[in-house]
Structure formats: C-alpha cells, structure tokens
C-alpha cells in the first residue's frame, strides 16, 4: 500500500565514497550521511527537518531495515508531537545485538540548523540552542504484518493504526495523547460541518486500534492504552490544545467538549474545550491563533460577545503549560460560582518527557 502526503523529505545525502566537496552548511545526522538544510523557521521546525531527516538516514544505515516506527513515524504521517526532536526508532527483521546508538547532536535557532563545532568552545549565538542527544533505537518484531507497513514518499514506516498503537503502549501518556490527537486528525480530517463523516472515521480508527490493544492481554501498559485511547480527540486543533486538555484530565475534571458550536449575537463560534452545561470556555492560544493585530482584535470581540451571552471565559497561551497546577487554579477560579467540582484525578496520565 502507497500513501502520499504534501510534506517533501529533507535532502539527505551519504559522504561514503562523495567524490565532490560536502557543503559546510551540511549537518552530520548519522555516520556517513549528512543533512543539507533548508529550512530556516524557528527552531521547532528545523528540528522536525532534523527528524525527518534523521528517519530517512537511519533507512539507509544497514540491512534490514524494515519501517520507520513510533513518534518519527507520527511526523512521516503528517502528525504532530509533544516534543520536537524525538528518538529515532526502527523496525528490523532481525535481532539486533546492537540497540540503541548516539546520533550527533544539532545546534538549532539560526539561519538554519547548523552542525557542533568541533571546538567546544565556540559559543552559540543568541538565537541558537543545543539540540538533546537522540538515540536511534532498534526494535525487532515478530507480530508485525505486512498490512502493518506502508510507504509515504517513498519511506516505509508503520501505519497509522499501528503507529497509533504503538504510541498509545510506550510512550509516557502525555506524550501518547498529543501524538494520538495528531494521528486522528491526520485519518479523519475533521470538517466542522461534516462532523457525521469525521466521528464515523474516528469510531473506524478506534475499533481498529482497540482490537490490537485487545490482543495484547499480557502486554505491560495495556489497560493505560486503552484508557488514553477514550481520551483522545480528532477535533484537538493543535498539540498545544491537546497538552493543555491532558493538564485538565489528569487533574479530574471531566471530559470537555471539543469545538462545541455555540452562537452569540448572531456570530457562530467554535470552543476548544467548554463544559456547555456551566457555560465554561477554556481557549488555547497558540503562537500561529494570533499572527495579526486584526486577529487579536477580533477575538477579543469574541470573547466580549461570549462572556455577554453568559459563557465564562479563560485563555492560555503556551508559556502556561509549563505551570500545570497554574492552569489548574484558573480554570477553577473561572469556574461559575456554586459550581463545586468533584475533581477525581487521572494520576497516571502526569507520566510524561520534559516539554521543548
């Protein structure tokens, strides 16, 4: 099966046996292959460029090789992460007698993503950061089918039901949730006003992925991935939402509605996450909601026109997540008075990575 996505693969080049000069702008990710960057964003998406880069590299290190897996997978397919510059891992047909291997470090923030410098000593500039040592790691398995690969771009890497799976088992639930929000996202393309069409393609995925789980029945950290898989939402418009969703849950509160319609002096509106029946609205804004000053303006008339239609709003930006018990505390206090929450915290979905 052949999957195409609009994302394009970094140019990944192999310097064993280059008869031509490697460009200095040129990265080493792995022994013998270099990256020639392109991407000249922020930070965090020069290390998805890294990544994706990373991923195709490891495909090309040695024999065996069988699919790209886990959280490089998510990016191949077009989802997102909690942590912008992941492990590496692959699937190989044999038993490995090396694991897990140390790829060289990146430095991002710059012009573009740039390689260390062989001198320790040689300052970043301002802008730049130390990217965290990624391990590439080696997984062999023996239940894996040939319905449970499939190529995008002309790289093999898990499929989505099985990348969701995957996640869901291994990784820390925080990050499982925003990766398994993204992957729904990716499968249903949720369409506000063919909400029918979506919810039946996310019910299709979850059966799918709840039949796998099922057939794990000594597999540590099942029943964790069959809870979280209860949790997860299509309808999460961006990683940032779905942290700040999981910030709430593991806390106790109960499920939110995700993009619930609501109409206010005759304008119709989304919500990222409401409890409709206190008329609580808890909005996520992220760094691309506000690239304007006409944006900023109209959602503070949105705001107005919800809080006269008795809605009781708060806003998070991202700063704000790091500060989970912050978050916890204001979404309390904006709760409406007499309201009484009986919070029965999720206290295995706190498990997490550090955040970027």
Same mark, same amino acid.
């Given at each position: ?15 064993t ?113 130390l ?50 929000d ?24 979850v ?14 950290g ?7 898989? +209860? ?10 939402e779905s ?65 006269r ?7 998070? +930006? ?39």
């Amino acid at each position: 099966m052949t999957v195409h996505v609009s994302a394009v693969l970094p140019a990944v080049v192999s310097t064993t046996g280059c008869l031509g000069a490697v460009p200095e702008t040129a990265v080493p990710i792995m022994r013998g292959q270099v990256l020639l960057p392109q991407v000249s964003a922020g930070h965090w998406a020069q290390k998805r460029e890294v990544t994706l880069a990373r991923a195709v590299a490891a495909l090309h290190a040695g024999t065996g090789t069988i699919a790209i897996a886990y959280e490089a997978a998510v990016l191949i397919h077009g989802g997102s992460l909690r942590r912008f510059e992941p492990d590496i891992d692959v699937v190989l047909s044999y038993r490995p007698r090396l694991t897990t291997t140390a790829l060289p470090r990146v430095i991002y923030g710059g012009t573009l993503a740039r390689r260390v410098p062989r001198c320790e000593r040689v300052p970043l500039e301002r802008a730049e950061r130390l990217g965290r040592q990624v391990q590439l790691r080696r997984h062999y398995r023996e239940d894996l089918s040939e319905h449970d690969i499939v190529t995008i771009n002309g790289v093999p890497v898990t499929s989505l039901a099985r990348t969701l799976t995957d996640c869901l088992l291994d990784l820390p639930p925080a990050d499982a949730l925003v990766a398994g929000d993204s992957l729904l996202r990716v499968h249903c393309r949720p369409d506000r006003w063919r909400s029918r069409d979506t919810n039946a393609l996310w019910q299709e995925l979850v059966a799918d992925v709840e039949e796998r789980l099922s057939s794990y029945r000594h597999r540590n950290g099942r029943v964790r991935a069959q809870s979280l898989l +209860k949790l997860l939402s299509p309808w999460a418009e961006s990683p940032g939402e779905s942290e700040l969703r999981r910030i709430l849950l593991a806390a106790g509160f109960p499920l939110p509605e995700l993009q619930h319609r609501v109409v206010a002096e005759n304008n119709e509106y989304f919500l990222d996450l409401s409890w409709p029946d206190i008329m609580l609205d808890v909005e996520f804004d992220g760094a691309l909601k506000y690239a304007g000053d006409d944006v900023v303006f109209q959602e503070g008339i949105r705001q107005d026109r919800l809080k006269r239609a008795g809605w009781h709003v708060v806003r998070f +930006k991202t700063p704000a997540l790091r500060e989970p018990d912050s978050v916890v505390r204001q979404v309390l206090d904006a709760s409406p008075q007499g309201r009484m929450w009986v919070l029965q915290p999720r206290a295995w979905m706190n498990t997490m990575s550090p955040l970027p």
